[in-house]
Each structure stands twice: as structure tokens, then as C-alpha cells.
């Protein structure tokens, strides 16, 4: 674009410059006839011939300059014309694979033929599944639809955004192996965790089925800051999750914690994430997210992890006693009351962390997004909290 306007201003000003010169050249033009016709003969001076010759010579100058400007003009637009069209991410016909785990052949075989449903999602165009490839690889599938993105140009962004999430390696973060696109859905294929997820893990725990020490819970805490810190501040551009919440972390067998679903809101086009009590208020009052709405959810994350209770029973309990006054309210006041929860977890060697860990989790719910820490702030507070 400064090319454009720099050539144009010099177009204009040579316009300038020349019309001048034409004007003269056309008088010397029409007085010819004039003279010659006159019975009277009027010497030129001498020094016309050489203001005649300097003015062609300047005329020359000029159409040479605006043609050799125009014609360089033409020359880089056509280049960066052809280079853009070059370098463009061609469109796939067929998945993306990201890992060399994977053969396109034997895994749009087991898409045709997936029927092992994985649970129930929360939301309404999300179902996922488990398959097994033909090299005896288990994977996690998940299937968005409708996905409108039928358009070539549409189709092709999105595979430019998966092929970026697809290049993201950390351990706290769930990498997405493959992506089938097709008319009116697609498919997201993830590692299969066995052990589930966070939420899985502390349904059992109030459950009397699993025993979760302070060590493990504030592990999985630091793991998940982790995947924040990672999307927030080393990715390029800067990843959101949009929709963190137990049921999106999922653990392994040694209960490290990776992230799921993230940024699948701001990449697919009407992907609908609905509101929970781990959404943060500025995305329910004006739909607006940044990383601070993130942060949010994890400090509701965060209360869980220390109580064990999920913050819906929560909202029931105070609700039943007449506490209830909205979703902040009453997250607010559960907050005051976990205290005894955690006196009543038998912890109370790790008592004093824990205390410490609620007020974290505190500021990371505040209502204000200003109040809470940045995601690198949150993981130096909670690693030296495991240090204390």
C-alpha cells in the first residue's frame, strides 16, 4: 500500500509537472501556421529552437519516468499477487494428520465405524467417541456439528487454525493428533486417556471411591496453570481455552493434568460452549473473554481441588437454606464456608497450604477480570506455595 501511494503521488505530481509543457508545445504548434502565412516575415529569436529542443527533451524525460513507474508499479503487483497465491495453505482433500501414529486410510475407516459414545457433553453439538485404528491405536474422537464451513476459503482458514494446534507440544496440554473435515461437521482426534478426567476423579472422591492427597490435588493445580501459562504467553498467537472446566482436564495414570477443548470457541465458527458456574461474569453479562476469563474458571477449578465438592451442589446447599441470591453470591459465600470443609477432609498436617490455596483460588474468582493474576503470575504463587 505505501508503494501504491507513493506511486500515485508521483503520477500526479509529473501530471503537474508536464501539462506546462504540453500547453507549450501545442502553441508553438498552432503559431507555425500563423507565421507563414504572413506577409510579414518575424525572425524567431535564436534562443527559441533551444527552449523548443529543452522542452522535448524534458517531455521525454517525463513519459519515460511515468511509464517506467508504471510498469514497475504493475511488475510488483503482479509478483506479490503470484507469490500470495504461492505460498497460501493449499486446500486437503482427506484429514490432517499430525502425528506418525496415525494412517488416513485406516482412521477414516474407524470414523465410518464409530459407535463407542464417551459420555454426554454439556454442549449441544459436541459427542465424542472412542475408536481403535487398525494398528491397534486407541484414540479419543471428538465430532462438532454443524460446522458451517463449507465455503473453500472458510474450509481452508480452518485448516490453517488446526494445523497450528495440531504443531502445539506440552505436556499439559492435550495435542490434537488429527482433523477430518467434512460438509456440515468435523472431526478432532485426541490421545484416549483411560483414567478420564478431573471430574471423574472428584466425583469418586465424594464418592468414597478414590483418596486424593493435598500433594496430588495441588499438583494437578500447578499442571493445569501450566497449560494456561503455555496458550497465554508461548503461544503465538495467544490461545484461550474459552471453556475450562473439570470435565476438560483430563488426567493420566500418574494424575497429570492435560488440557482439553481449548480454543475451539474463537477457531470454529458457531461452536456453542453454554454457561456454567465455572463462566466467568464479563462472558455472561457481555460475551467478552480474554485470559483473565480463563483464570477465573480455574479458580473455581481451584475450589474444587481443595473441597471436593462441585460447585452446582454448592449453589443447592445455600439455595435449600435460603442463602441464594445468584451465582456470585453464593460462590462467595461458599468460598467462606470451605474452610470447615477443609478441616473436615482429615488434612490437617497440610492445613495451613490449603488455607493459603483457597485465598489464591479467591482472587482468582474475583467479579472484577482486574483483580485476578495473569496465568505466569498464578503459576509462581502456587509453586512456591508447593515449596512451603
Given at each position: 500500500m505505501a508503494f501504491f501511494a507513493f506511486t500515485i503521488h508521483t503520477l500526479l505530481f509529473l501530471f503537474l509537472f508536464c501539462f506546462p509543457l504540453f500547453s507549450a508545445a501545442n502553441c508553438v504548434v498552432q503559431t507555425e501556421p500563423l507565421l507563414a502565412s504572413s506577409h510579414h516575415f518575424v525572425p524567431f529569436p535564436k534562443t527559441s529552437h533551444f527552449k523548443n529542443g529543452f522542452q522535448r527533451i524534458l517531455l521525454s524525460v517525463a513519459l519515460g519516468l511515468v511509464t517506467g513507474l508504471t510498469a514497475a508499479f504493475l511488475s510488483v503487483w503482479f509478483i506479490r499477487t503470484l507469490l500470495r497465491y504461492l505460498n497460501r495453505t493449499p486446500l486437503l482433500q482427506g484429514p490432517l494428520i499430525f502425528s506418525p501414529k496415525i494412517d488416513a486410510d485406516?482412521?477414516?475407516s474407524a470414523l465410518r465405524n464409530q459407535t463407542q459414545l464417551l459420555g454426554s457433553s454439556s454442549s449441544p453439538n459436541v459427542k465424542c467417541y472412542r475408536a481403535i485404528l487398525a494398528n491397534g491405536l486407541t484414540v479419543a474422537v471428538k465430532r462438532l456439528e454443524p460446522i458451517q464451513c463449507g465455503k473453500t476459503e472458510a474450509r481452508r482458514r480452518m485448516q490453517q487454525k488446526m494445523a497450528v494446534l495440531g504443531g502445539l507440544k506440552h505436556r499439559n496440554v492435550m495435542s490434537l493428533r488429527a482433523y477430518v473435515g467434512e460438509m456440515g461437521s468435523c472431526c478432532l482426534v485426541y490421545d484416549f486417556v483411560p483414567t478420564g478426567s478431573l471430574e471423574d476423579a472428584m466425583r469418586k472422591v465424594r464418592e468414597n471411591q478414590l483418596e486424593l492427597k493435598w500433594e496430588v490435588r495441588l499438583r494437578i493445580a500447578i499442571g493445569i496453570a501450566r497449560g494456561l501459562q503455555f496458550l497465554h504467553f508461548e503461544c503465538n498467537p495467544q490461545i484461550l481455552h474459552c471453556n475450562l472446566k473439570p470435565s476438560n482436564v483430563l488426567l493420566d495414570a500418574e494424575f497429570e493434568p492435560r488440557l482439553a477443548d481449548f480454543g475451539l470457541t474463537n477457531l470454529i465458527p458457531d461452536f456453542q460452549t453454554p454457561a456454567s458456574f465455572y463462566t466467568a461474569p464479563e462472558c455472561l453479562n457481555n460475551?467478552?473473554?480474554?485470559?483473565?476469563s480463563d483464570i477465573y474458571s480455574f479458580g473455581v477449578i481451584l475450589r474444587v481441588l481443595l473441597t471436593g465438592r462441585d460447585p452446582s451442589e454448592a449453589e443447592q446447599a445455600l439455595s435449600d437454606r435460603g442463602d441464594g441470591s445468584g451465582s456470585g453470591g453464593s460462590l462467595g459465600r461458599w468460598l467462606e464456608q470451605s474452610v470447615e470443609s477443609i478441616r473436615g477432609e482429615g488434612m490437617e498436617e497440610e492445613e495451613e497450604e490449603m488455607v493459603l490455596a483457597?485465598?489464591?483460588?479467591?482472587?482468582?474468582?474475583?467479579?472484577?477480570?482486574e483483580d485476578r493474576p495473569c496465568s505466569d503470575e498464578l503459576l509462581v504463587m502456587l509453586t512456591q506455595l508447593q515449596s512451603f
Amino acid at each position: 500500500m505505501a508503494f501504491f501511494a507513493f506511486t500515485i503521488h508521483t503520477l500526479l505530481f509529473l501530471f503537474l509537472f508536464c501539462f506546462p509543457l504540453f500547453s507549450a508545445a501545442n502553441c508553438v504548434v498552432q503559431t507555425e501556421p500563423l507565421l507563414a502565412s504572413s506577409h510579414h516575415f518575424v525572425p524567431f529569436p535564436k534562443t527559441s529552437h533551444f527552449k523548443n529542443g529543452f522542452q522535448r527533451i524534458l517531455l521525454s524525460v517525463a513519459l519515460g519516468l511515468v511509464t517506467g513507474l508504471t510498469a514497475a508499479f504493475l511488475s510488483v503487483w503482479f509478483i506479490r499477487t503470484l507469490l500470495r497465491y504461492l505460498n497460501r495453505t493449499p486446500l486437503l482433500q482427506g484429514p490432517l494428520i499430525f502425528s506418525p501414529k496415525i494412517d488416513a486410510d485406516s482412521l477414516q475407516s474407524a470414523l465410518r465405524n464409530q459407535t463407542q459414545l464417551l459420555g454426554s457433553s454439556s454442549s449441544p453439538n459436541v459427542k465424542c467417541y472412542r475408536a481403535i485404528l487398525a494398528n491397534g491405536l486407541t484414540v479419543a474422537v471428538k465430532r462438532l456439528e454443524p460446522i458451517q464451513c463449507g465455503k473453500t476459503e472458510a474450509r481452508r482458514r480452518m485448516q490453517q487454525k488446526m494445523a497450528v494446534l495440531g504443531g502445539l507440544k506440552h505436556r499439559n496440554v492435550m495435542s490434537l493428533r488429527a482433523y477430518v473435515g467434512e460438509m456440515g461437521s468435523c472431526c478432532l482426534v485426541y490421545d484416549f486417556v483411560p483414567t478420564g478426567s478431573l471430574e471423574d476423579a472428584m466425583r469418586k472422591v465424594r464418592e468414597n471411591q478414590l483418596e486424593l492427597k493435598w500433594e496430588v490435588r495441588l499438583r494437578i493445580a500447578i499442571g493445569i496453570a501450566r497449560g494456561l501459562q503455555f496458550l497465554h504467553f508461548e503461544c503465538n498467537p495467544q490461545i484461550l481455552h474459552c471453556n475450562l472446566k473439570p470435565s476438560n482436564v483430563l488426567l493420566d495414570a500418574e494424575f497429570e493434568p492435560r488440557l482439553a477443548d481449548f480454543g475451539l470457541t474463537n477457531l470454529i465458527p458457531d461452536f456453542q460452549t453454554p454457561a456454567s458456574f465455572y463462566t466467568a461474569p464479563e462472558c455472561l453479562n457481555n460475551s467478552r473473554y480474554t485470559d483473565k476469563s480463563d483464570i477465573y474458571s480455574f479458580g473455581v477449578i481451584l475450589r474444587v481441588l481443595l473441597t471436593g465438592r462441585d460447585p452446582s451442589e454448592a449453589e443447592q446447599a445455600l439455595s435449600d437454606r435460603g442463602d441464594g441470591s445468584g451465582s456470585g453470591g453464593s460462590l462467595g459465600r461458599w468460598l467462606e464456608q470451605s474452610v470447615e470443609s477443609i478441616r473436615g477432609e482429615g488434612m490437617e498436617e497440610e492445613e495451613e497450604e490449603m488455607v493459603l490455596a483457597l485465598r489464591i483460588a479467591g482472587v482468582c474468582a474475583s467479579e472484577l477480570a482486574e483483580d485476578r493474576p495473569c496465568s505466569d503470575e498464578l503459576l509462581v504463587m502456587l509453586t512456591q506455595l508447593q515449596s512451603f
